[in-house]
């Protein structure tokens, strides 16, 4: 190949890895160690019984991401700036407010697991292994100085290698630890099980928890934000759905297949989840090194991809919210940053459970999803906003069933960590 053909090459890659960027972003995004925690969890107490929510959750996820960025296509505008301009500004703030309440819980649970898991891994490498806390200072300063020295193009890019190890690690995984066919295609049926877990949360919170990291209200409103920057118009409307098909996509199988690796394994010998560390622990001689090791560094990629997202939401947010461009490099975005990451270290310095911290978290964010229906509802069905582009009969519909859905995620959520908080 001659020099002209490999940067003609290039240059198609470039264009080509350039369309899925935003999806990809949403996948490193949603796809952090919350669900890693939540799918895991649920296989390991359930088998895989729950995988019904994981085809529920990423449908929902699916349609909201289309409607969401659908929106952008046609006004232009971002959620934050139309919650702040036809609904009321408060409503814009509340989100603000409650998504970087959920962005700091999770990043804590983030680090938490990660600094968990490594210092499992390390003990099979070094006698007594290496302190969780050197980890997390080690991944939230890595974070942190990507930030610093990175754009938005760059910090997607970083993401794509991020998220590509992450996605084979798991997928490699599933046919190492796969479970029986016959349980895979049992799990499609909806149901709960009735059965109390006894490593903590019971199957309502593991449920609100798993839709809470998959229909995560900050993806939806992030992803506007995306399209805009990308500058896609209504003509781009294909292109914006075949990126979220592909996110979505992955973010199914990848889910499953962290479910069927807990499911294949520890529900298999009977043994719960109550540490993420524990996979680590027990893979080993349940499955061999290779599976321990695969699913530990996609635990890693899955922790490193989300926190990128984590730490600058609160900024990007109050960009999109003020309508300035979202420079980075300004001293308070930066100290907004720091403050945040900072926050990584939390679960190792005063030895809080990352598990819990991440299922209450992700459960949190279940809470928030019917308001974020409800506005685009509202927002999609106006003729002086959407023209002919709005919503017909069949997404009405769809909307209503998703509101539902999620009012009843919710209900399940305040009433599973009831359930657990009274023991």
Same mark, same amino acid.
Not at 1 to 28: E, H, N, V, Y
Not at 35 to 55: F, N, Q, R
């Given at each position: ?29 949603n796809l952090g160690t919350g ?43 971002t959620a934050l700036q139309a ?210 090791? #695969? @699913?530990?560094?996609?635990? $890693?990629?899955?922790?490193?991809? *989300? /926190?990128?997202? %984590?730490?600058?939401? +609160? =900024? ?32 190792? #310095? @005063?030895?809080?459970?990352? $598990?819990?911290?991440?299922?209450? *978290? /992700?459960?949190? %964010?279940?809470?928030? +999803? =019917? ?32 509101? #539902? @859905? ?18």
């Open positions: 190949m001659t020099d002209t053909q490999t940067d003609s090459f290039r240059k198609k890659f470039a264009r080509g890895l350039a369309l899925f960027l935003p999806g990809i972003f949403l996948l490193g995004f669900s890693v925690t939540a799918m895991a969890k649920a296989g390991a107490d359930y088998g895989m019984t729950l995988l019904w929510t994981i085809i529920a959750s990423c449908l929902c996820t699916f349609f909201m991401i289309n409607l969401y960025g659908r929106y952008t296509l046609v006004t232009g505008e919650f702040k301009k036809h609904i009321h500004p408060a409503v814009g703030l509340y989100f603000i407010a409650a998504l970087t309440f959920g962005v700091c819980g999770s990043v804590m649970g983030v680090m938490g697991i990660v600094a968990d898991i490594c210092y499992e891994w390390s003990k099979t490498m070094t006698e007594g292994g290496i302190a969780p806390i050197y980890f997390a200072t080690f991944f939230s300063s890595l974070v942190f100085f990507i930030f610093w020295k990175g754009k938005t193009q760059f910090f997607e890019r970083a993401l794509a290698v991020i998220v590509a190890v992450m996605s084979a690690c798991f997928l490699i995984n599933f046919f190492i630890l796969m479970p029986p066919p016959i349980d895979i295609i049992k799990g499609l049926i909806p149901n709960v099980p009735d059965v109390k877990s006894s490593t903590g949360p019971g199957p309502l919170l593991v449920i609100a928890s798993m839709v809470g990291t998959t229909v995560f209200s900050g993806l939806f409103i992030i992803r506007t934000t995306l399209v805009k920057e990308a500058g896609w118009t209504l003509k781009d409307e294909r292109t914006q759905r075949n990126d979220a098909f592909v996110s979505v996509s992955l973010m199914f199988l990848i889910s499953a297949s962290i479910m069927a690796a807990a499911a294949g394994t520890l529900h298999v010998e009977g043994l719960g989840l109550s540490r993420a560390s524990q996979m680590i622990e027990l893979l080993e001689p349940l499955a061999g090194a290779l599976a321990m090791s #695969l @699913f530990a560094l996609g635990i $890693v990629a899955a922790g490193v991809s *989300s /926190q990128f997202p %984590n730490v600058l939401m +609160l =900024p990007w947010l109050i960009c999109d919210y003020r309508e300035t461009p979202r420079d980075m490099t300004l001293p308070k975005y930066r100290l907004m940053v720091f403050a945040i990451s900072l926050l990584g270290l939390v679960v190792p #310095l @005063f030895g809080a459970r990352p $598990v819990l911290v991440m299922i209450v *978290s /992700q459960a949190f %964010n279940a809470v928030i +999803l =019917p308001i974020t229906v409800a506005c685009i509802f509202y927002l999609a069905n106006r003729k002086d906003l959407m023209g002919a582009h709005r919503n017909g009969l069949v997404s009405n519909l769809i909307l209503i069933a998703i509101l #539902l @859905f999620s009012l009843f995620t919710s209900f399940i959520s305040v009433k599973g960590v009831w359930q657990m908080l009274a023991g």
